[in-house]
């Protein structure tokens, strides 16, 4: 299937620096969002640093007889190892982290790789499902039945994460594979998109726009209109031998 992609990220109304990331492949192969956390400087460093090191990695194996699943769980733990390395160097930052998540399009079977609370959605005709499952605190307390998704949608402890990169005790990532099918679309994107817009709202954005950087635009106005109160980061891809390349721009 030919894709279509484009990224797009944005500070919101509040946050004075961007503290998102994200790698688009020129070639299409993978994907990559990233959402830092730590201090005024530490988000924007451990983000790009996770980026940085996801990328190096998936470029110098990618013809390597690695699976991808294990080629993505490397990737991941590089990218924890650069941020404990740098965390060493510089204390200031000691505390910095950051989610991320990647998807991988090799060998004909896709791939996705997730840490903490930035998602993968796939879209398909008019239904939305979110591949990943958030690492949070509110996210266990759900599968647990203990709190309700309305209830988790406003809960003070959303943020809190159970899992993300820069941290000494990481030792497993969670990797799945998914299928694709024509007219597909894929987001991934970090919760300054999902904490201002509902499923229902990104779908209806991704199912009338057909063109990605017009969708991306108009996902992450939406959500600074919703208040924009974190740094907002959408990525989108599109899948469809049928139409003309224009269609998706």
Known sequence: MKRFFTGLTDPGLVRSVNQDDYYIDPQGR?????????????????????TQSIQEHLDTYWDSSEPSKTLLEAAFLRANQAILQDQSKHPERSDMGTTAVTVLLRDEQPWCAHIGDSRLYRLRGAKLQ????????????????????DQARIHPWRHILSKCLGREDLRQIDVQSFDLQPNDRLLLCSDGLTEELSDGLITSHLKS?????????????????????????VVIVAF???IADDTFG
């Open 240 to 242: 469809d031998d049928s």
């Open 130 to 149: 979110q591949i990943t499952e958030d690492h949070t605190w509110v996210a266990r307390a759900m599968r647990l039945g203990d709190i309700t998704p």
């Open 209 to 233: 726009i057909r063109a990605c950087d017009r969708a991306a635009l108009s996902l992450v106005n939406a959500a600074k209109d919703k208040g924009g109160r974190d740094n907002i980061t």
């Open 30 to 50: 993978y994907f990559i969002v990233a959402d830092g956390m730590g201090g005024h400087t530490g988000g924007q460093e451990a983000s790009r640093i996770a």
